[in-house]
């Protein structure tokens, strides 16, 4: 006697989309292949054999393709700039191919007035370094001639101190000493003379005569005392501080020559180094205004495809014109990538819950929305660190960067932007018991299939092991050779559900 009882489908871990479409494919197919109705039992695509085999689990993702190495080219002139020629978007260009060509007129102006900079500035350095070979001889004349004069002072200090001193010291001894002679010697005479008086030998007159050369003699001992006395007190040290004054003066004078001459030459070669550092600032100058023409020709450095930067929104605003002759551009704003599409890989998004399954060196599978009829393999490369937000759209939503590197582009003209599908293969299950995700139903005492028996549909509690978008291992519950259903049984067709689990035989 059949039971009837209501249960609510399982859901697989990420298969439930995918899963149901292959259940409307099995039921389609069976409407068409055996023209009956749904209302039996006995549509024999609506049940899956069980058997022993192996499937691969994988993590379905999406996202775009983007290129590994690509080159972004700015525009490197000062100010505006007009386009005079550019390269169609979407060329193959090989290195040295020009992309694009600026107006270079306010640049040959500016290298003109450059160089007219660079004479002035030279005339400058010139006129510099003959003042400050003018500063340098004016300095070792001044110099010698004040050496001169120190040398002239200190020479009449010596000959001053080692003659005339010695000169006028034995002068002066040499009066004194006469004086001290002649007046002894009249005053001797003079005794004599005061003698013979008495005697009258000689006359008053001749006695007041000899008084009168000893009076004379002794006022010259006097004098010559007092020249010495003078001299030696008085002229001596007077004499000695105008010579020594005299040579501390022209030393004082040398000081202040060589200060003088110091704080001109350092000036002149201060100016001399000014003209210097603005005749290399000229220099430079004129180079980087001859660099920017130059850089007037945008030069392919790398090979790639030509991608405009008003494409990928890398200018002044969301919503731009292309690029085109005649389009005004400014100082670092990006004119063209380069991508080298030989070397392609896929940036696609995976739901946290499943980012945990993904590691690096796992194969994958890419399929390109414009080539929908190709698969391309390839191998995760790296799993983004930080998990992104779903944005106003979906705030709940986390996901984590995937890049999936693209092991070779079969022949396809690849682009960056364009939308793929990506299976990433985290594992295989080898040697198990296995069903389609759409066979597997969630009860209240847990996962369960319909398995055909008896003109009805026996439910199987059944332990799960791994899944994939298509097909989950079964542990327990079923054994090689059951049917199960696909779908939900019709009404009336389920046996009362059993209370032990099978053990799966392998």
Not at 15 to 41: E, F, N, P, R
Not at 114 to 132: C, L
């Amino acid at each position: 006697m059949y039971h009837t009882t209501t249960y609510r489908r399982g859901i697989s871990t990420t298969g439930l989309v995918l899963g149901g479409t292959a259940v409307v494919v099995l039921i389609a197919a069976a409407l068409l292949g055996g023209g009956g109705s749904t209302d039996g039992i006995q549509i024999e695509t609506d049940l899956h054999l069980v058997d022993i085999g192996e499937f691969e689990v994988s993590i379905p993702a999406s996202g775009e393709l983007a290129a590994h190495d690509q080159v972004e080219l700015r525009c490197q002139l000062d100010g505006n700039a007009t386009i005079m020629e550019i390269v169609p978007e979407g060329t193959e260009v090989v290195v040295g191919d020009i992309l694009v060509r600026l107006d270079d007129k306010d640049v040959t102006e500016r290298i003109r007035s450059a160089e007219e900079s660079v004479v002035s500035a030279n005339n400058q350095v010139e006129t510099r370094t003959a003042d400050f070979a003018i500063a340098k001889n004016a300095k070792e004349s001044s110099l010698a001639k004040a050496h001169v004069s120190v040398d002239q002072n200190r020479l009449a200090l010596l000959a001053w101190s080692e003659g005339d001193v010695v000169a006028k010291r034995n002068q002066l001894s040499l009066s004194l000493r006469t004086a001290k002679k002649d007046f002894g010697r009249l005053e001797e005479k003079y005794k004599k003379s005061l003698e013979l008086r008495d005697r009258d030998f000689i006359s008053q007159n001749d006695l007041e005569q000899d008084e009168i050369e000893m009076i004379r003699a002794e006022a010259q001992l006097s004098q010559s005392k007092l020249d010495q006395e003078v001299y030696e007190k008085y002229t001596f040290e007077r004499d000695k501080q105008r010579h020594e004054s005299d040579l501390k003066q022209a030393e004082d004078e040398l000081d202040r020559v060589k200060t003088r001459t110091e704080a001109s030459v350092r000036s002149a070669q201060s100016n001399l180094d000014a003209a210097h550092a603005n005749l290399e600032s000229k220099h430079e100058r004129l180079a980087q205004y001859k660099q920017q023409l130059v850089n007037c020709a945008v030069v392919a450095p790398a090979p790639g495809m030509v991608v405009y930067g008003t494409t990928l929104g890398g200018g002044r605003g969301d919503r731009q014109e292309p690029l085109r002759v005649g389009s005004t551009v400014s100082r670092n704003q990006l004119l063209i990538v380069l991508p080298n599409t030989e070397r392609m890989f896929a940036d696609v998004k995976v739901n946290e819950s499943l980012s945990g399954h993904v590691q690096p060196g796992q194969s994958a599978v890419i399929r390109m929305d414009a080539f929908s009829e190709n698969v391309l393999t390839g191998h995760v490369d790296s799993v983004g660190v930080l998990a992104e937000g779903g944005g106003w759209r979906d705030p709940n939503r986390r996901d984590y960067s995937v890049k999936i590197t693209i092991d070779g582009n079969g022949d396809l003209s690849l682009k960056p932007s364009m939308r793929c599908q990506v299976l990433i293969l985290v594992d295989t299950v080898k040697e198990s018991l296995f069903v389609p995700v759409q066979s597997v139903h969630r009860g209240e005492r847990g996962s369960m299939v319909y398995v055909a028996e008896s003109g009805g549909y026996r439910p199987a509690l059944v332990e799960l092991g791994r899944s994939s978008e298509l097909f989950v291992e079964v542990l327990g519950g079923i054994k090689v050779g059951d049917q199960v259903l696909l779908r939900d049984p019709p009404p009336g067709t389920v046996f009362e559900i059993e209370d032990t689990t099978h053990t799966s035989e392998v």
